[in-house]
Each structure stands twice: as C-alpha cells, then as structure tokens.
C-alpha cells in the first residue's frame, strides 16, 4: 500500500510541476518594457506609431496618432529627416515603472550630426501591458508642449580666387551707382537718351544696358524722392562720362564698394562666375546651398565651388509661433561653427592676363589668346573674346583646325626624321595636286625652289603637301605627341589638348602636313606644342598652383635649333614682319589660317610663338587671313606686356 502512495504523490507533484512551468511560460511571452521601447523607437522613425500603447503622465490613454502628430510638430523644421534612435542596455523596471536610456542621433543639413541622450519612461497598467508615458521631453529635455525644434543656418564666408602671387583676383573695388530722383527729371525721355549714349561711349565698351524701360520705371516710382538705380559702374567707367551725366536733371550719384575682378573681361570664361544661388542650384544641392548664397557658375568658380563655398554653420533652437505666426527662438541645444571656404590659387599673372584681354579688344569675332610660362608650363593668361567671352572658354576647349601654325609641328616631324634640313631646297609652286586634290598657297602665291626655311617662313601649303609622304602614315600623330599633343591633362577645368590626324588617304595626309585635314586644337593645345620647342622638352601646361605639371621628356637639340631659326624668321622675314619692333626682345612665331568649311573664303586666323619666357597662341574665329586680325592682336599683345 504504501508503494502505492508514493506513487500517486510523486505523480501529483509531477503535475504541479507541469503547471508551473506552463505558467511561467506564458509569463515570459508577455510584451516587457524592453519589447514597448524598442516598438516605440521603430514606430519614431517610421512614423507609424499604431502598435504602441501610449499615456499621459497623469495616466490617462492617448492616441497613437495624436502621438504621431505630435511628434511632428515638435520635431519642427527637423521633421523631413527623422533621427537614428537606439536603445542604450535594458530599462530599469521599480513595480510597475520602467525608465530606458535611449540615443538620439540627427543628421543635419550638410551631415552634422547631433546626438544626445534623451530618456523614455514606462507604465504597466492593469492589463500587465506596458505603455510609454508620452511627453515632448523624450525628444528633448528642454522641449515643452507648443515647442518646435528649429534649424538656423549660418552662411560661411566664400574664399577668393588667387593670381599665382596668392593675392585674391577678386576683391573690394570702387563703383558708382547712377540713379535718378524722379521728382527731379522734367523731360523722361531725354534723360533716357542722354545716359544710353554716354554709356554707349565708354571704352571699352559696356554690356548692354537696358533703358528702354527707364520713363516708365520713373513715371510709375511710389516714392518720387526715392533713389531709383539705373546701372553700377566700375569708377574708371564713370570717370569717362562724368562730364556728360552729372549736369543731367535729376541725376544723383552714390559710390560704393563691390567684390569685382580687376576689369570685367579678367579671365572671364576660365575663372566663372560666383552668384546668388539659382533655383536650380538649390534644388539639385538642397543640404548645401539656401536662398542668398553664392555659388559658383562655370570656370574655377564652378568646378571648385563646394571648396570655395566652405560649409554652413548651423544650430538647433527651441522655438515657439506665436498667435501672429511670428516665430520667436528660445534655448540654443546645439551649434556647429561655419568652417569658410579654401582659396584656390591659380597661376594666373595679372598683368599678362590685362594685356591679353586688352589685345581682343576691338575684335568683333570670337576669339581667345592664352600665354603660358614655357619654363613651367604656368598659364598666365587665358583671354576669350569679345567681352570677356560668352561664358564659353575658347582658349582652352574649342576644337579648331590650326591652319599654318601646324606647320611647327609638321616642320618638327621632318627634321626630326632627317628627311629636310633647314637648307633643303623644297619646290613651293602655286599649286600641288594629290590623289586628285588640289591645294594651294594663300592668294595663290608661288616661290618657286627655295630652302625649306623659307617655305615655312612664307607659309607654303604646297611645298608641305609636297612633303607630306617623308612623314609616313603616322609621323604626324607621333611628331604632335612629343610635343605633347593629346596629352591627358589635369588642369582641374575643361581643356582640350588635340587631335592630329594620322592615316587615311594621300590627300588626307597632304592636307593634314599645314594643319587641315581632320586635326584639331585648342588655343592652349597650340601654346603647350610652341612652349615645347621654346623650352627644348615637353611642356605640360598647368593653371592651379597645387597642381604643377611634371617635367616632361628631352627633345632632340639638333631638331629644336633650326625649327626655332625657322620660327624666328616667320617674324624677320616672313608673314609676321609687324612683331620685328615690338619691345620686349625677339620675338619667334608662326602665323596660320585654317579653312573650317566647304567655302574657302571662311577661315579662322592664328598666330602662335613666344618672347622671352612668354609664349603665346592667338584664336580669331573666322578671322580671315592671320595679318588681318590675329598677329595684330599679338602685336597689341607684346606691347602691352611692355
């Protein structure tokens, strides 16, 4: 009997045992505080709040979705870019109370960061469920109901543009600021008048200046004693008219000072533009630029403009609205220091990039001179054409044939391959035919059997085109290669360096001997070539001081020494006779008119060489012959240089 008692106990314990454990298991799937906080931490960045229990401090329900609201609210002008949270360790649990340690990480415009830690509290009612006590504090402890968090920006000062002495090429300058008291103006119309044709006197001349409107701007202004502005004109501008507009009735004169290049045409196309912040500008960089910033446009100004522009400063307030909508700042909670932008120091010299930019003026073509140190391979000037250039940077990136001035580089491939000498009597007749082709010389001029020193000299397409088997299929392609053509360059801005012909037919090859054909350059490409004969080894040009080109490779003494007597001749003797005088010292070069069409009589006008250290290329669009506009535009050039 007794075994059997043992039995039935030991099966009864058994089964409490059972029930035990049944019941601590279904304690243990029970939602905890930790599984509310972590919830309630997704639901926060997600924004959908509907699985959590939520109550007031004092107790009572509140909605999921008044919670969600106001966490919107609350987070104010943050609200776009939800925080990262996370919970730190698990909550601490007192009878029915818990209290987490949660991170709040926001990522603010530009990629600050801010982080902080904030605390979540918890309640369990009497369903064993547990709620979080909802309150703007877990937020921010300095957050209060009717609080917003609000983003203020701190807008960082733009860094210069450096010459390559590291002076800033913008700074303060002298303007003067025309405007008009409209109570004082009796005759609107001849007023107008008037000032169109004194600003259409200055020289060099003025953009375009729109009066057209000017009588009815006067007519219509609210407040006749106000100063109604017509146009901002750099001092030395107004100086040139000031006997002519300041009698003017009504005239009133207010002087200022404005960030400006040392003139308006300065290197305009290679340095860009800085101006307030475009629409589109703000749209595509959102976290980075705002309404009233500068920003960079086109040129060194665009392609380094995240350096220049430096980074905002920001800060985060508590901020209230009040019953107006005026929006009145509280406690600062975080703060981040603008940091302003980097110079970026080019090797610009500004007093060869003034007398580049002064030798196109006059030029009604588009057109480009671009000069370069031939010892380092430093531009100094890059100048485009008329005013400055269009925005468009012709010096470096126009993919133009080169007419004769490619002759230095078919001249360097035939002495290189010792086919010719400078001495070698090569026929220069009015006219050559290849393959059926036909070439001849400018105005069909003929010189008969001459040394070749004189066929480049006096530019003879024929005798070239004569020439051109000596360099075989790809003796051109190889001779513009060692003197650095097709180069891959690292100027930091867009840049061609040329494409020279190699192959195709007889004719093609004939054409392509004095710069036709299918090659094409860039002003700077023709410079770079030049700059390498002057200098005896390839030069790579370079326009940012960071940036120096590297030594390039030693070119052949024996073939320099008669192209650069070849060249120096073009100037003593030969189609740039005008540069003899120009002070300074002697002057070598090559002139060259490039056909771009089927019509012979369009042609494109160079001039490329170098003085000194100084080497220069000169671009006239449809020009005409090189004596017409581009060797004179090198003369102007060279003088005032000196």
Excluded at 187 to 197: F, K, V, W, Y
Excluded at 363 to 386: I, K, T
Excluded at 435 to 444: T, Y
Excluded at 537 to 547: E, F, K, N, Q, Y
């Amino acid at each position: 009997m007794r075994r059997s008692y043992l039995t039935k106990r030991s099966a009864a314990a058994l089964a409490s045992v059972a029930l035990l454990a049944a019941g601590l298991a279904g304690c243990s799937n029970d939602p905890g505080p930790v599984d509310a906080v972590d919830a309630f931490l997704t639901g926060w960045q997600s924004g959908d709040l509907s699985k959590i229990a939520f109550v007031e401090p004092d107790g009572s329900k509140v909605a999921a979705t008044d919670v969600a609201t106001a966490l919107k609210e609350l987070s104010g002008d943050l609200d776009r870019t939800p925080p990262a949270v996370r919970r730190e360790g698990d909550p601490e649990e007192v009878e029915g109370s818990a209290t987490a340690k949660i991170n709040v990480d926001w990522t603010l415009p530009g990629g600050t960061h801010w982080t902080y830690p904030s605390t979540v509290r918890l309640t369990q009612g009497s369903d064993d469920v547990w709620s979080v006590i909802w309150e703007p504090a877990i937020i921010n402890a300095k957050l209060q109901s009717g609080d917003q968090l609000g983003l203020r920006r701190e807008r960082p000062a733009r860094a210069g543009v450096l010459d390559g002495a590291g002076k800033p090429i913008v700074e303060p300058r002298d303007v003067v600021v025309v405007g008009i008291y409209p109570l004082k103006v009796q005759d609107p119309e001849g007023i107008t008048r008037a000032l169109d044709s004194a600003f259409k006197s200055v020289r060099p001349k003025l953009p375009p200046i729109k009066l057209d409107d000017l009588p009815k701007r006067i007519a219509a202004a609210e407040d006749q004693e106000q100063f109604l502005e017509v146009v901002s004109l750099r001092r030395e501008a107004y100086l040139q008219i000031r006997s002519k507009i300041q009698p003017l009735e009504g005239t009133q004169f207010r002087e200022e000072k404005r960030d400006l290049a040392p003139t308006r045409a300065f290197a305009r196309a290679l340095l860009g533009s800085a101006d307030p912040a475009l629409k589109e500008d703000i749209d595509q960089r959102p976290d980075e630029v705002a309404e009233g910033d500068l920003v960079g446009h086109g040129g060194i100004q665009g392609a380094f403009d995240k350096q220049l522009r430096g980074t905002p400063g920001v800060s985060v307030v508590v901020s209230q609205k009040a019953p107006d909508g005026e929006v009145n700042d509280g406690d600062e909670l975080f703060r981040a220091e603008p940091k302003p932008g980097a110079p970026v120091k080019t090797t610009l010299d500004p007093a060869v990039q003034n007398a580049a930019d002064a030798a196109l003026v006059g030029v009604s073509q588009r057109s480009a001179l671009v000069a370069l140190r031939a010892s380092d391979g430093a531009v100094l000037a890059a100048a485009n054409g008329p005013d400055g250039g269009t925005g468009e940077n012709l010096a470096f990136t126009a993919q133009v044939p080169p007419g004769s001035t490619f002759k230095v580089v078919s001249g360097y491939g035939l002495l290189d391959s010792g086919k010719v000498t400078a001495s070698t009597v090569v026929d220069c007749p009015k006219n050559f035919t290849v393959d059926g082709r036909s070439f001849k010389n400018s105005e069909s001029f003929a010189l008969g059997k001459v040394p070749f020193q004189v066929d480049f000299a006096k530019s003879c397409n024929t005798a070239f085109a004569r020439l051109a088997p000596e360099l075989g299929p790809d003796g051109l392609a190889e001779a513009g290669r060692n003197l650095g053509l097709e180069a891959k360059w690292d100027l930091g801005v867009d840049a061609f360096s040329g494409k020279v012909s190699t192959g195709g037919s007889a004719a093609e090859r004939a054409a392509a001997a004095f710069g036709q054909g299918t090659t094409l350059v860039s002003p700077l490409a023709m410079a770079a070539a030049t700059a390498s004969v002057a200098k005896g080894s390839v030069v790579t040009p370079s326009v940012l001081a960071d940036r120096p080109a590297a030594a390039g490779s030693a070119l052949k003494a024996s073939t320099l020494e008669p192209l650069r007597a070849m060249m120096r001749q073009v100037v003593t003797s030969g189609t740039a006779t005008t540069l003899k005088d120009v002070p300074g010292g002697p002057v070598s070069g090559k002139t060259g008119t490039a056909e771009f069409d089927d019509n012979p009589a369009h042609t494109h006008a160079w001039m490329v060489g170098w003085q000194g250290d100084v080497v220069f290329a000169v671009f006239v669009e449809n020009g005409g012959g090189s004596g017409e506009t581009a060797v004179p535009a090198a003369e102007r050039f060279l003088r005032a240089l000196h």
